[in-house]
């Protein structure tokens, strides 16, 4: 399977406890995206990669929050500290660069449940 | 921020009925997108938009990127069971690497 691959799938933590999640983007995809997504609603931007560079992050992004692309392929997101209000779905998207660079491809999402 | 307003929130219709959805910006879009999302899934890309006016097929689906660049519909056509789904739209303004999505639109189908 070469698409988007997140990991875990599933995540119930405690709250104030840390969680990581990774997304393995396509292969030959250079920009990646985090995005996060509550019961009804649509995904909502939480931040951008192009190659290991992070570009751009939304204000949902707090401070506990933190995103990494070391090596421009896999990426992390670390939650510190959570809170019941993150329970969410995470998704990531890749996309390859050029014109139509931005149509992204969405993994199978990490949904995350705090208690 | 940009918001995409999509309607209806929800459809129930017979199987082999046509669907229709739409969403609305006030804001100019350069690209539009159309995505399904199971239960427990990521969203499923549908139909990709480039520019004003375009009409673009996929199966049994159509899409058009509205000439204002402020909208876009969904049609599908002869609905069957595996149609069920939420079906988001999504847009891109200029300059922008994010999607901005719509609230979506649950499609539930009668057999």
């Known amino acids: 399977d070469t698409g988007v691959s997140q990991d875990p799938r599933h995540k119930i933590t405690k709250r104030g406890q840390n969680v990581t999640f990774r997304c393995d983007p396509i292969s030959e995809h250079n920009r990646l995206y985090w995005y996060r997504q509550t019961l009804g609603q649509g995904p909502e931007f939480l931040t951008y990669f192009q190659n290991e560079a992070q570009l751009e992050k939304s204000r949902l992004l707090s401070d506990r929050f933190s995103a990494e692309r070391p090596k421009g392929s896999f990426s992390t997101l670390e939650i510190q500290r959570t809170e019941q209000g993150d329970s969410a779905m995470y998704l990531c998207?890749?996309?390859?660069?050029?014109?139509?660079?931005?149509?992204?491809?969405f993994g199978q999402g990490t949904r995350l449940t705090v208690v | 921020g940009q918001q995409l307003n999509q309607s209806p929130q929800s459809m129930f219709i017979q199987e082999g009925e046509d669907v229709s959805m739409n969403c609305t910006s006030s804001s100019i879009f350069n690209t539009w997108l159309w995505y399904k999302q199971e239960p427990g899934e990521g969203p499923v890309l549908l139909i990709a938009?480039?520019?004003?006016?375009e009409l673009t097929s996929n199966g049994r689906l159509t899409a058009q990127f509205g000439i204002t660049r402020k909208d876009s519909f969904l049609n599908i056509s002869a609905s069957i069971p595996s149609d069920v789904g939420i079906y988001f739209c999504?847009?891109?303004?200029?300059?922008?690497?994010?999607?901005?999505f719509g609230q979506g639109t649950r499609l539930t189908i009668n057999p």
């Open positions: 938009l480039y520019k004003a006016g």
């Open positions: 999504a847009g891109r303004i200029q300059g922008a690497q994010k999607l901005v």
């Open positions: 998207a890749s996309s390859h660069g050029g014109n139509r660079g931005f149509v992204a491809f």
